[in-house]
Nanobody, 127 residues
Framework: QVQLVQSGGGSVQAGDSLRLSCAAS????????IAWFRQAPGQGREFVAA????????KHADSVKDRFTVSRDNANNTVTLQMNNLKPEDTAVYYC????????????????????WGQGTQVTVSS
């Protein structure tokens, strides 16, 4: 299995930046993709961004693609989400997640496609 430990997050003002990190251990190559989801109070988990663990190709949700960037550092087994120009609507608990190889591409955007999850970290953006 893949173990994911998150760091970063916190409380910032609108327009500020934050960087979230997700450190992976265990059977890293069992995972095909590392993704970021977020969950606001009373809502389901929303896809934010994903990166191929080995190949490095990325996908960002339309709502964040001009502001957020997902990247990886394979040497340190770490995936990073750089968040710029944060908005109050970005307030949520952010989770990283690892997916096994996916046979259905649509599962990339669904929590059902992921088997291992980080502990979550709070991001709060105030006006």
């Amino acid at each position: 299995q893949v173990q994911l430990v998150q760091s970063g997050g916190g409380s910032v003002q609108a327009g500020d930046s934050l960087r979230l990190s997700c450190a992976a251990s265990g059977r890293i190559f069992s995972a095909s993709t590392i993704a970021w989801f977020r969950q606001a109070p009373g809502q389901g988990r929303e896809f934010v961004a994903a990166i191929r663990w080995s190949g490095g190709s990325t996908k960002h949700a339309d709502s964040v693609k001009d502001r957020f960037t997902v990247s990886r550092d394979n040497a340190n087994n770490t995936v990073t989400l750089q968040m710029n120009n944060l908005k109050p609507e970005d307030t949520a608990v952010y989770y990283c997640a690892a997916a096994l190889p996916l046979t259905n591409a649509q599962l990339l955007f669904s929590t059902r496609g992921y088997t291992d999850w980080g502990q979550g970290t709070q991001v709060t953006v105030s006006s």
